[in-house]
Protein backbone atom coordinates (compact mmCIF):
# COMPACT_ATOMS: atom_id res chain seq x y z
CA UNK A 1 0.00 0.00 0.00
CA UNK A 2 1.59 3.25 -0.79
CA UNK A 3 -0.46 5.30 2.31
CA UNK A 4 -1.10 8.88 1.88
CA UNK A 5 0.90 10.77 -1.34
CA UNK A 6 0.94 14.14 -1.94
CA UNK A 7 2.39 15.41 -4.93
CA UNK A 8 4.42 17.91 -5.45
CA UNK A 9 6.80 17.61 -2.96
CA UNK A 10 8.24 20.82 -3.35
CA UNK A 11 6.54 23.91 -5.29
CA UNK A 12 7.50 27.76 -5.64
CA UNK A 13 4.69 30.04 -6.66
CA UNK A 14 4.55 33.91 -7.96
CA UNK A 15 2.00 35.84 -5.80
CA UNK A 16 -1.29 35.81 -7.62
CA UNK A 17 -0.51 32.20 -9.15
CA UNK A 18 -3.45 29.54 -8.70
CA UNK A 19 -2.06 25.75 -7.78
CA UNK A 20 -3.59 22.33 -6.36
CA UNK A 21 -1.87 20.59 -4.25
CA UNK A 22 -2.74 16.65 -4.97
CA UNK A 23 -3.70 14.00 -2.38
CA UNK A 24 -4.59 10.48 -2.74
CA UNK A 25 -5.06 7.57 -0.49
CA UNK A 26 -5.25 4.44 -1.28
CA UNK A 27 -6.68 3.17 2.06
CA UNK A 28 -10.29 3.56 1.05
CA UNK A 29 -10.12 5.33 4.20
CA UNK A 30 -13.65 7.98 4.69
CA UNK A 31 -12.17 10.77 6.76
CA UNK A 32 -9.71 13.19 4.66
CA UNK A 33 -7.46 16.31 6.56
CA UNK A 34 -5.63 19.22 4.99
CA UNK A 35 -3.54 20.54 7.29
CA UNK A 36 -0.51 23.33 7.20
CA UNK A 37 2.25 23.63 9.36
CA UNK A 38 3.97 26.57 10.54
CA UNK A 39 7.36 27.27 12.95
CA UNK A 40 5.63 27.93 16.39
CA UNK A 41 1.81 26.96 15.30
CA UNK A 42 1.89 23.28 15.24
CA UNK A 43 -0.45 22.10 12.55
CA UNK A 44 -3.42 23.88 11.56
CA UNK A 45 -6.87 22.36 10.16
CA UNK A 46 -7.67 23.76 6.53
CA UNK A 47 -10.42 21.70 5.14
CA UNK A 48 -11.61 18.50 5.83
CA UNK A 49 -13.57 15.70 4.53
CA UNK A 50 -16.20 13.02 6.14
CA UNK A 51 -16.50 11.41 2.86
CA UNK A 52 -17.17 11.57 -1.17
CA UNK A 53 -19.11 14.89 -1.64
CA UNK A 54 -18.65 15.85 1.57
CA UNK A 55 -16.20 19.00 3.16
CA UNK A 56 -16.19 21.47 5.61
CA UNK A 57 -13.97 24.48 6.93
CA UNK A 58 -11.18 23.43 9.51
CA UNK A 59 -9.49 26.59 11.36
CA UNK A 60 -8.05 28.63 8.58
CA UNK A 61 -9.56 27.70 5.39
CA UNK A 62 -9.34 31.48 3.89
CA UNK A 63 -7.44 31.33 0.36
CA UNK A 64 -8.01 27.63 -0.11
CA UNK A 65 -10.51 25.28 -1.52
CA UNK A 66 -11.22 21.85 -1.49
CA UNK A 67 -13.80 19.18 -3.34
CA UNK A 68 -13.75 15.49 -2.90
CA UNK A 69 -15.46 13.86 -5.46
CA UNK A 70 -13.96 10.40 -5.33
CA UNK A 71 -13.20 8.49 -2.11
CA UNK A 72 -9.53 8.40 -3.03
CA UNK A 73 -8.99 12.25 -3.65
CA UNK A 74 -8.64 15.27 -1.83
CA UNK A 75 -7.05 18.45 -3.72
CA UNK A 76 -6.20 21.59 -2.04
CA UNK A 77 -6.51 24.43 -4.80
CA UNK A 78 -5.11 27.67 -3.76
CA UNK A 79 -6.80 29.99 -5.62
CA UNK A 80 -4.23 33.22 -5.87
CA UNK A 81 -1.27 32.55 -3.74
CA UNK A 82 0.04 35.06 -1.70
CA UNK A 83 3.42 34.79 0.80
CA UNK A 84 1.19 34.08 4.03
CA UNK A 85 0.40 30.49 2.27
CA UNK A 86 4.41 30.09 2.11
CA UNK A 87 3.95 27.05 4.88
CA UNK A 88 4.43 22.97 4.65
CA UNK A 89 1.28 21.15 3.65
CA UNK A 90 0.10 17.66 5.38
CA UNK A 91 -2.76 15.49 3.61
CA UNK A 92 -3.86 12.98 6.18
CA UNK A 93 -6.31 10.24 6.03
CA UNK A 94 -8.46 7.94 8.42
CA UNK A 95 -11.28 5.29 8.62
CA UNK A 96 -14.17 6.31 9.50
CA UNK A 97 -14.53 6.58 13.36
CA UNK A 98 -11.08 8.70 13.59
CA UNK A 99 -11.07 9.55 17.27
CA UNK A 100 -10.19 5.80 17.99
CA UNK A 101 -7.90 5.45 14.66
CA UNK A 102 -5.84 8.54 14.56
CA UNK A 103 -4.86 9.57 11.21
CA UNK A 104 -2.05 8.54 8.69
CA UNK A 105 -0.52 11.68 7.08
CA UNK A 106 1.65 12.15 4.14
CA UNK A 107 4.99 13.09 3.19
CA UNK A 108 4.10 17.32 2.91
CA UNK A 109 4.57 19.52 -0.01
CA UNK A 110 6.73 22.79 1.34
CA UNK A 111 5.13 25.41 -0.65
CA UNK A 112 6.84 29.21 -1.20
CA UNK A 113 4.80 31.79 -2.17
CA UNK A 114 7.44 34.83 -3.46
CA UNK B 1 -14.00 24.97 20.50
CA UNK B 2 -11.91 22.58 21.71
CA UNK B 3 -7.36 23.69 21.49
CA UNK B 4 -4.50 22.13 22.67
CA UNK B 5 -1.65 23.71 24.51
CA UNK B 6 1.58 22.63 24.83
CA UNK B 7 3.58 24.17 27.66
CA UNK B 8 7.29 23.53 26.45
CA UNK B 9 8.33 24.44 22.69
CA UNK B 10 11.57 23.79 22.75
CA UNK B 11 13.58 20.92 25.03
CA UNK B 12 17.20 19.92 25.21
CA UNK B 13 18.11 17.02 27.11
CA UNK B 14 21.44 14.80 27.26
CA UNK B 15 20.91 11.32 26.48
CA UNK B 16 19.83 8.96 29.29
CA UNK B 17 17.59 12.17 30.92
CA UNK B 18 13.91 11.69 31.54
CA UNK B 19 11.43 13.37 29.66
CA UNK B 20 8.50 14.43 29.92
CA UNK B 21 6.00 17.03 27.67
CA UNK B 22 3.22 18.35 28.96
CA UNK B 23 -0.09 18.91 26.88
CA UNK B 24 -3.26 20.51 28.49
CA UNK B 25 -6.52 20.61 26.37
CA UNK B 26 -10.03 22.58 26.83
CA UNK B 27 -12.78 20.71 26.46
CA UNK B 28 -15.59 19.60 28.89
CA UNK B 29 -16.31 16.82 27.14
CA UNK B 30 -15.00 13.02 26.31
CA UNK B 31 -11.92 13.42 24.26
CA UNK B 32 -9.74 10.95 22.31
CA UNK B 33 -5.95 11.89 23.12
CA UNK B 34 -2.65 11.42 20.37
CA UNK B 35 0.85 12.33 20.37
CA UNK B 36 2.63 12.10 16.74
CA UNK B 37 6.37 12.16 16.40
CA UNK B 38 8.16 14.05 13.21
CA UNK B 39 11.39 12.81 12.93
CA UNK B 40 13.65 16.07 10.57
CA UNK B 41 12.84 15.68 7.43
CA UNK B 42 9.62 13.17 7.87
CA UNK B 43 6.05 13.44 7.91
CA UNK B 44 3.92 13.06 11.50
CA UNK B 45 3.85 9.46 12.48
CA UNK B 46 1.86 8.18 15.83
CA UNK B 47 3.31 7.81 18.79
CA UNK B 48 0.42 6.62 21.02
CA UNK B 49 -3.33 7.20 21.55
CA UNK B 50 -5.84 7.35 24.04
CA UNK B 51 -9.67 6.51 23.83
CA UNK B 52 -10.75 4.56 26.86
CA UNK B 53 -9.41 2.27 29.69
CA UNK B 54 -6.34 2.12 31.41
CA UNK B 55 -4.78 6.08 31.58
CA UNK B 56 -1.14 5.12 31.32
CA UNK B 57 -0.76 4.35 27.69
CA UNK B 58 2.57 3.16 25.80
CA UNK B 59 3.70 3.89 22.55
CA UNK B 60 6.51 2.55 20.14
CA UNK B 61 9.77 3.21 21.28
CA UNK B 62 9.23 3.35 24.99
CA UNK B 63 7.16 6.33 25.49
CA UNK B 64 4.19 6.46 27.69
CA UNK B 65 2.13 9.12 28.00
CA UNK B 66 -0.80 9.58 31.68
CA UNK B 67 -4.31 11.20 31.27
CA UNK B 68 -5.22 12.70 33.93
CA UNK B 69 -8.82 13.98 33.22
CA UNK B 70 -9.20 16.02 36.06
CA UNK B 71 -6.13 17.79 34.92
CA UNK B 72 -7.25 18.11 31.49
CA UNK B 73 -3.86 16.72 30.81
CA UNK B 74 -2.12 13.76 28.56
CA UNK B 75 1.39 14.15 29.17
CA UNK B 76 4.09 12.46 27.77
CA UNK B 77 6.98 10.78 29.06
CA UNK B 78 9.93 8.65 28.44
CA UNK B 79 12.39 7.57 31.16
CA UNK B 80 15.75 7.38 29.41
CA UNK B 81 15.46 9.39 25.94
CA UNK B 82 18.13 8.49 23.39
CA UNK B 83 19.61 11.03 20.55
CA UNK B 84 17.59 9.42 17.90
CA UNK B 85 14.58 10.51 19.82
CA UNK B 86 15.31 14.19 18.19
CA UNK B 87 12.19 15.21 16.63
CA UNK B 88 9.39 17.70 16.92
CA UNK B 89 6.04 16.47 18.95
CA UNK B 90 2.47 17.52 18.82
CA UNK B 91 -0.32 16.41 21.01
CA UNK B 92 -3.33 16.34 19.34
CA UNK B 93 -7.26 15.74 20.51
CA UNK B 94 -10.38 14.50 18.94
CA UNK B 95 -13.95 14.99 20.29
CA UNK B 96 -14.93 10.96 21.03
CA UNK B 97 -18.47 11.71 19.80
CA UNK B 98 -17.56 13.60 16.85
CA UNK B 99 -18.73 12.42 13.80
CA UNK B 100 -16.42 14.99 11.88
CA UNK B 101 -12.81 13.46 13.08
CA UNK B 102 -11.97 17.23 13.14
CA UNK B 103 -7.94 16.40 14.71
CA UNK B 104 -7.08 19.95 16.32
CA UNK B 105 -3.26 19.87 17.31
CA UNK B 106 -1.20 21.50 19.84
CA UNK B 107 1.88 24.01 18.97
CA UNK B 108 4.05 21.36 18.98
CA UNK B 109 7.83 20.60 21.03
CA UNK B 110 11.23 20.36 19.66
CA UNK B 111 13.22 18.26 21.37
CA UNK B 112 16.92 17.96 20.64
CA UNK B 113 18.96 15.50 22.49
CA UNK B 114 22.67 15.60 22.81
CA UNK B 115 24.72 12.87 22.32
Known amino acids: NAGVTQTPKFQVLKTGQSMTLQCAQD?????MSWYRQDPGMGLRLIHY???????DQGEVPNGYNVSRSTTEDFPLRLLSAAPSQTSVYFC?????????????FGSGTRLTVV | AQSVSQHNHHVILSEAASLELGCNYS??????LFWYVQYPGQHLQLLLK??????LVKGIKGFEAEFIKSKFSFNLRKPSVQWSDTAEYFC?????????????FGQGTTLQVKP
Open chain 1, 92 to 104: ASSRQGAANYGYT
Open chain 1, 27 to 31: MNHEY
Open chain 1, 49 to 55: SVGAGIT
Open chain 2, 27 to 32: YGGTVN
Open chain 2, 50 to 55: YFSGDP
Open chain 2, 92 to 104: AVIIASSNTGKLI
